[in-house]
C-alpha cells in the first residue's frame, strides 16, 4: 500500500473559518493573514511533492478520479458536494482542511478525495435523500488498523443547507 506523509493542515482552520473569525473580531487581520499563508505553504509543498513524484502522484491521482466518479454516478455531483461542503464547517474534522471549497464547481471532485495519501480522506457509503443524507467516512492514518471510521448523519436546516447532526466513531 501506497503510504505518504503530506499536509498536517488540522492545526489551522479553514479559510472561510479564518474569514469568518476575523470578521467576528477573534483573531487580527495579521494573524489571519500568517494562517492563510501557513496553509498556502502547506498545499504548495504538497503540489511540489507529486511534481517531484509524478508516477506516486499520478497513482493517487487515478485512485481519487475513479473514487469520485462512482461517487458522481451513484449520487450526482451537486449532492456530493453539498455534503463536502457541510462537512467543511466542522472545526474538529481533519479533512476539512481539504473540504473548504468543494462548492467550487471549477475544483474537480475527485481533488478533495484523498485514497492512499495521508491524511487519507475515503467516502465508504453514501445514502442521500431530499432533505436527509448518511455518510460512512475513513480519515487519517493509510494503515486500516489505524484509520478512523465515521458514520456522519445530515438534515437539511431552514436555510435548505445541509448540515451534520450526528457523529458516530465506528468500529471495525
Not at 494562517?35 to 491521482?61: C, R, T, V, W
Not at 492514518?141 to 435548505?160: D, I, V
Amino acid at each position: 500500500m501506497l503510504i505518504l506523509k503530506l499536509m498536517k493542515l488540522a492545526p489551522f482552520p479553514t479559510p472561510p473559518n479564518l474569514i469568518r473569525q476575523w470578521q467576528e473580531g477573534e483573531i487580527e487581520r495579521e494573524e489571519m493573514q500568517r494562517l492563510m499563508g501557513e496553509h498556502q505553504k502547506e498545499l504548495l509543498k504538497e503540489a511540489d511533492y507529486f511534481h517531484s513524484n509524478p508516477i506516486l502522484g499520478y497513482i493517487e491521482g487515478l485512485r481519487n478520479k475513479r473514487a469520485a466518479r462512482r461517487l458522481v454516478d451513484e449520487h450526482g455531483e451537486a449532492q456530493i458536494r453539498e455534503l463536502f461542503q457541510a462537512l467543511s464547517w466542522l472545526q474538529d474534522f481533519e479533512p476539512a482542511a481539504f473540504l473548504w471549497n468543494a462548492d467550487h464547481w471549477d475544483v474537480a471532485l475527485y481533488a478533495f478525495l484523498r485514497m492512499s495519501t495521508e491524511p487519507v480522506f475515503r467516502v465508504r457509503e453514501m445514502v442521500v435523500k431530499s432533505s436527509r443524507a448518511v455518510m460512512l467516512v475513513e480519515h487519517g492514518s493509510a494503515k486500516k488498523s489505524e484509520t478512523r471510521r465515521e458514520r456522519l448523519t445530515f438534515k437539511r436546516h431552514w436555510k435548505g443547507e445541509m448540515e451534520v447532526v450526528k457523529r458516530e466513531d465506528m468500529l471495525r
